[in-house]
């Protein structure tokens, strides 16, 4: 079992910036993937950012070049730098670490909601 802890996030206003930050405990493994997701009201859960253990990184088209993802594996932890921030970010976001590899998991965080005033 893993547990994922998210604090960050918030109002901000357009244009400004926000940091969100994800700590994993219990039993994880290596070459799994870190990754926060975002679901705004009505529409579908979307993938923001993810990073590997590699440190290989995947950025959703909308944040490449306003956010940016990184990782310390060992603190198994994961924050996102959002700068430059829309209106059209404001979402509830989700920490999220998956492994698609024996032993698989997937597990989600609570959410946590950032708001983007215009």
């Known amino acids: 079992q893993v547990q994922l802890e998210e604090s960050g996030g918030g109002l901000v206003q357009a244009g400004g910036s926000l940091s969100l930050f994800c700590a994993a405990s219990?039993?994880?493994?290596?070459?799994?993937?870190m990754g926060w997701y975002r679901q705004a009201p009505g529409k579908e859960r979307e993938m923001v950012a993810t990073?590997?253990?590699?440190?290989?990184?995947n950025y959703a088209e909308s944040v490449e070049g306003r956010f940016t993802i990184s990782r310390d594996n060992a603190r198994t932890t994961v924050l996102l730098q959002m700068n430059s921030l829309k209106p059209e970010d404001t979402a509830v976001y989700y920490c999220?670490?998956?492994?698609?590899?024996?032993?698989?998991?997937?597990?989600w965080g609570q959410g946590t909601q950032v708001t983007v005033s215009s």
């Open positions: 219990g039993r994880t493994f290596s070459a799994d993937i």
């Open positions: 990073v590997t253990s590699g440190g290989r990184t």
């Open positions: 999220n670490i998956n492994r698609p590899y024996i032993p698989r998991y997937n597990y």
